[in-house]
């Protein structure tokens, strides 16, 4: 009696050992069928597009040794600064585009290896700030700030930044532009294969990218927008 209940579970475990097996096996099968009957590609779209904001920062200073002559020192660096506003008025920005920071001493000691002061002297120094939705004017003001060498007075480019702030304005245009680019890379793989390209069975995103314009000359408000999609398509015999 032992013998035969134990002969009939043997029997039990090895139908469902051989079931398992078959659902396991039919699943393997499936899945690379599934993964052989796609095909997953890139698409790029890019805009040239010209920058909608700028932002320039100057700065200047004034080195002086004689305390006496500091009221001196800041009445010249304000003149600087006054110098800049008339020119920055002239090219066409308004006061509201202007950023002016308040004037600032520093004072420094020489010293030598014994830690004697051998030099002591002060310097006034102050910066300017130009943010614009206007990039076009920058270029050409750029000149007449700089021209001011001629006159002794030295203007420091401190930084110059473009940047394109409309990104959702052509981003469903080029989220289409990309997928479509997709499908064209998808059907020329498809004809090749002998099959032809069916839906879409997952797709994703990068991220958007806005660099300065390949090949652009110095002072260009250019910038090249960027994105590329992942998509995967299934392929129909």
Not at 46 to 68: F, G, H, N, Q
Not at 130 to 138: C, H, K, N, W
Not at 155 to 162: G, K, N
Not at 171 to 184: C, F, G, S, V
Request: aromatic share 8%.
């Amino acid at each position: 009696m032992r013998q035969s209940i134990g002969l009939v579970l043997a029997a039990i475990m090895l139908a469902i050992g051989i079931g398992l097996a078959g659902f396991f096996g039919s699943q393997t099968i499936l899945n690379a069928r599934t993964g052989a009957n796609t095909a997953a590609v890139k698409g790029l779209s890019e805009r040239l597009v010209e920058s909608d904001k700028a932002r320039w920062s100057l700065s200047y200073s004034r080195t002086e040794r004689d305390p006496a002559l500091v009221a001196d020192t800041f009445a010249n660096a304000e003149a600087i600064t006054t110098r800049l506003r008339s020119i920055l008025a002239e090219q066409g920005f308004e006061e509201a585009e202007i950023y002016v920071a308040p004037l600032v001493r520093n004072d420094f000691d020489e010293r030598d290896n014994e830690g004697r002061v051998y030099d002591r002297y002060y310097n006034i120094s102050g910066s300017l700030t130009v943010s614009t939705a206007r990039p076009e004017l920058i270029e050409p003001s750029r000149a007449a700030v700089l021209d001011l060498a001629r006159e002794g007075i030295q203007i420091s480019e401190d930084s110059l930044d473009y940047s394109f702030n409309k990104l959702n304005e052509i981003k469903p245009d080029m989220l289409r532009e990309a997928t479509e680019n997709a499908r064209i890379a998808a059907d020329e793989f498809a004809r090749n294969a002998g099959v032809t390209v069916g839906g879409i069975q997952s797709a994703s995103q990068g991220g958007f990218e806005v660099n300065d314009a390949p090949g652009a000359s110095p002072g260009s408000t250019q910038k090249l927008v960027r994105v590329v999609t992942n998509v995967s398509f299934y392929l129909e015999n």
